[in-house]
């Protein structure tokens, strides 16, 4: 027999699965022999005292057991090949996929693998200098290896969430990011993770390119026949691989791919997307907030919030908020400043950092609207070039939350995590003015609903642009093929369908099974 059921246990009666499986078993008064499983633990912080609330499986008949998922990846050096742009988690489980189902992965990565990218990013950091093809947003494993690994999604319905996260789970994942309302793997632990997958991938045949940048689609009468790569630390370096399918698993911020597309005439099209500035509070602050005590004790989790409104006449709200996090540098070329956010898996550093954002629809676009399909990407990147040109450097432009809804210069800033620096300037002068009028409105309400969110302890960090990308590379809803050419397959976050690890994981799956069917029709 198989049954669910729900408990309630306070914080530090549920430190651990063993902790929590013992007390199911010792007061639900469950035989030895029954299995407790862990389906879901949800803290719920308005119950006071602050209780956790966990489904499990309660399990006594050996036959009757939950959904379990085995993985079969063989060898494929000798199967017909398909070509993958982009080593994020589109293309890297794209990747799994095919070897599944007998098609071997040629990825192709601009950026340099897990280990070597490392250095890229210190040379942020320290020497504010950017390489535009190795930094936080490129490189192996894409823009969510070194910013945060949140793996929640509302996607559900766009694919299997829980093989997702039990893929990520057999390459070595803590195994509670599969019961975890919210789960998080954290910057630290992710990149171990990548480069299993990419272990699972060589060792089964498929193939890798680092260091290699598309700079062209091959076509003929019938679609795709090849891809032109230029090695990005030898740019005389070039090659083609002929091929039949490629799935262009490129991320947001890809714009010379964008570029390509446009140049050959391959339909693109903008796309609304959000813009704002990264917030950061001391956690201690947050936490007195969301669980209204002066401390959060040992066995509560620094505390997270989502806050959402309209304002003027569009919505502002929050996006990828880090408890315990950092603000990290995003730029992925000179001359423009882009701000995200990321948590070691502890969470255990003393801010709390969140996008605040504005969202952004084509009639904001003013004279960029003359770019055509690129509009939205050059309105945005000129945000981001002038934040840049308020500082002359990678450093931010920053103010403190309650100067800035007065609108009122920050003499001097406080503590912030942004490791290349801030610099005091009035982000009201550096945002379009619809986005800061609408922070500012959206900020009164925020603070009357979270008591002390507004407050000069926090400050406000310029810019928070890439939450998704300014441009939708349209696509077949029944083959996921790009309408006008057969055999390239637009696909996750670079393409306008997805948003986050899991959604693009989930959109990389779905291309790969519909490319594996097309080519092993063809022997491609």
Request: proline residues 5%.
């Amino acid at each position: 027999m198989h049954k669910q059921i729900e408990i309630s246990l306070l914080p530090e009666q549920c430190a651990n699965s063993e902790a929590i499986i013992s007390y199911a078993q010792q007061h639900l008064k469950l035989n030895a022999s029954t299995q407790v499983e862990i389906v879901r633990k949800s803290l719920d912080a308005r119950r006071k005292p602050i209780r956790y609330n966990i489904l499990l499986n309660i399990i006594t008949d050996k036959d009757s057991v939950s959904k379990t998922y085995t993985f079969h990846f063989d060898l494929v050096h000798q199967k017909p090949h398909a070509v993958i742009i982009g080593a994020g988690p589109a293309g890297l489980f794209a990747a799994l996929k095919l070897i599944e189902l007998g098609i071997k992965p040629i990825i192709i990565e601009r950026g340099k693998n897990v280990r070597d990218r490392r250095r890229d990013l210190a040379a942020i950091t320290k020497q504010l200098t950017v390489n535009p093809d190795s930094n936080y947003c490129f490189g192996e494993g894409g823009a969510g290896t070194y910013s945060d690994g949140k793996l929640y999604t509302r996607s559900t319905k766009r694919g299997d969430v829980q093989r997702i996260l039990h893929l990520l789970a057999y390459h070595g994942a803590d195994s509670n990011i599969l019961y975890e309302a919210h789960p998080h793997i954290g910057t630290n632990k992710l990149p171990g993770i990548i480069t299993n997958i990419r272990q699972t991938i060589e060792t089964c045949g498929g193939e890798f390119h680092f260091n290699s940048k598309l700079i062209d689609i091959i076509t003929n009468s019938q679609g795709v026949s090849g891809v032109s790569i230029q090695h990005t630390l030898n740019t005389d370096q070039t090659y083609t691989i002929p091929t039949q399918n490629v799935l262009l698993a490129t991320g947001h911020s890809a714009r010379d791919i964008f570029e390509l597309l446009h140049r050959k005439k391959i339909s693109i099209e903008a796309k609304p997307f959000a813009l704002g500035v990264r917030i950061e509070h001391p956690q201690s602050l947050i936490d007195q907030i969301q669980y209204k005590c002066e401390s959060r004790g040992d066995y509560l989790p620094p505390a997270s919030y989502s806050i959402v409104n309209q304002s003027l006449g569009r919505g502002v709200f929050s996006f990828c908020m880090c408890p315990g996090g950092i603000i990290a540098p995003a730029a992925t070329a000179p001359g423009e400043v882009v701000v995200n956010g990321w948590s070691p898996s502890k969470r255990n550093n003393e801010f709390a950092n969140s996008g605040l954002v504005v969202a952004v629809q084509q009639t904001d676009l003013g004279t960029y609207t003359k770019n055509g399909s690129l509009a939205a990407m050059r309105f945005q990147a000129s945000v981001e070039q002038k934040a840049f040109e308020a500082t002359q450097s990678l450093q931010a432009p920053a103010q403190r939350v309650a100067d800035f809804v007065s609108n009122k210069h920050s003499n001097k800033l406080p503590d912030c995590s942004y490791l290349p620096g801030i610099q005091s300037h009035n982000l009201n002068e550096i945002l379009p003015s619809f986005v800061a009028n609408s922070l500012r409105d959206a900020l009164s309400v925020f603070g009357k609903k979270m008591k002390g969110y507004v407050t000069n302890e926090a400050v406000m960090v310029a810019t928070e642009s890439r939450t998704s990308s300014p441009v939708r590379i349209p696509r077949d809803p029944t083959t996921l093929m790009h309408p006008e050419i057969k055999g390239l397959y637009p696909c996750a976050e670079g393409a306008g369908y997805a948003g986050g690890i899991v959604s693009a994981a989930m959109d990389g799956e779905r291309c790969a099974s519909l490319m594996a069917e097309a080519c092993l029709k063809t022997n491609c």
